[in-house]
């Protein structure tokens, strides 16, 4: 946590300053979403507020991170309690103004709870159509853990937006017409320091300060390796519609990935150590 928050202080007295690249990161800001003194709830600012629902069903909710500031942002999904049925997604997302076609996205995450198949994830969008989607793992919970996505885009995007979703998964049979339909699962995610980093250009090999990945792309086997000899919990491959299709737990601090039973195209590979998780994008040939 303490390098965490070094880094945070560093990009701040920053002249260019790239923590600002995503507003209100460490959600320390946060004001009324409802004028009304009986319905206290808030929202972060620089942040798209989502619909004011009353205090039963507000997705959105101020929670205490002291390890590192004041206030984290607890997303949940628009319903009361787990037990409940017909609750839809909450969602979160602020705009930002990304300075490079290659980056990575890190921020802090954990479940405060949930019930499968409800589950959370983070989505970067862009024009055209461009969607970026990553599922957090479920096993998250209890204590805060680092997520370091690399984003590469296909060009130079002069604006895009970051939403972090909590859902469960529609299930056209609740209800009694004619309000037929409802969610299965409920997720509640904690999401705290985001912080935006320009990686090299995107067309040069990406090792990572604290991991490497190679060959990328590859075709039969892929090396992943710590540098500092840290060990590797697992790594997870998953395709361009964020299915799991191959998992492995190593023992050490590097390991070889036979990769000849996926299909050629993108997947993203997450690499797990301690309290940490890498999230990079990976081509089979």
Same mark, same amino acid.
């Given at each position: 946590m303490k390098k965490i928050k070094i880094t945070l202080l560093t990009f701040f007295l920053l002249p260019?300053? /790239?923590?600002? $690249?995503?507003p209100n990161a460490d959600f320390e800001l946060? =004001?009324?979403?409802s004028p009304l003194p009986s319905e206290p709830e808030e929202f972060p600012r620089h942040w798209a507020g989502p619909p004011h629902l009353g205090? $039963?069903?507000?997705? /959105? =909710?101020?929670?205490? #991170?002291?390890?590192m500031g004041q206030y984290a942002v607890l997303v949940k999904n628009t319903m009361p309690s787990p037990s409940s049925v017909g609750g839809a997604a909450g969602t979160l997302e602020t705009t930002f103004m990304p300075s490079s076609e290659h980056f990575l996205l890190s921020m802090e995450v954990r479940y405060d709870s949930i019930v499968p198949p409800g589950k959370a994830k983070v989505e970067i969008r862009g024009p055209g159509g461009y969607l970026l989607t990553h599922w957090v793992d479920e096993a998250i919970a209890g204590e805060m853990e680092t997520i370091q996505i690399e984003v590469v885009l296909p060009e130079a995007f002069d604006q895009m937006t970051l939403r972090i979703v909590a859902r469960g998964v529609y299930n056209p049979n609740y209800g009694t017409p004619p309000f #037929? @339909? @409802?969610?299965? @699962?409920?997720? =509640?995610? !904690? !999401?705290?320091n985001i912080v935006y980093e320009n990686a090299v250009a995107s067309q040069e090999p990406f090792e990572g300060k604290d991991v490497q990945i190679f060959p990328n792309p590859a075709s039969e086997t892929v090396w992943v390796k710590t540098k500092n000899g840290e060990p590797i919990r697992a790594v997870s491959v998953f395709n361009s519609t964020g299915a799991l299709v191959l998992k492995t737990s190593p023992s050490g601090n590097e390991y070889q990935v036979d990769v000849r039973a996926l299909p050629p195209g993108g997947y993203w590979m997450e690499i797990a150590l301690a309290g940490r998780r890498f999230v990079r $994008?990976? !081509?089979k040939e």
């Open positions: 260019c300053c /790239i923590f600002a $690249q995503i946060w =004001e009324p979403a205090s $039963q069903h507000y997705p /959105i =909710e101020k929670t205490s #991170n002291l390890n #037929n @339909g @409802g969610y299965d @699962g409920y997720a =509640e995610i !904690v !999401v705290d $994008q990976w !081509v």
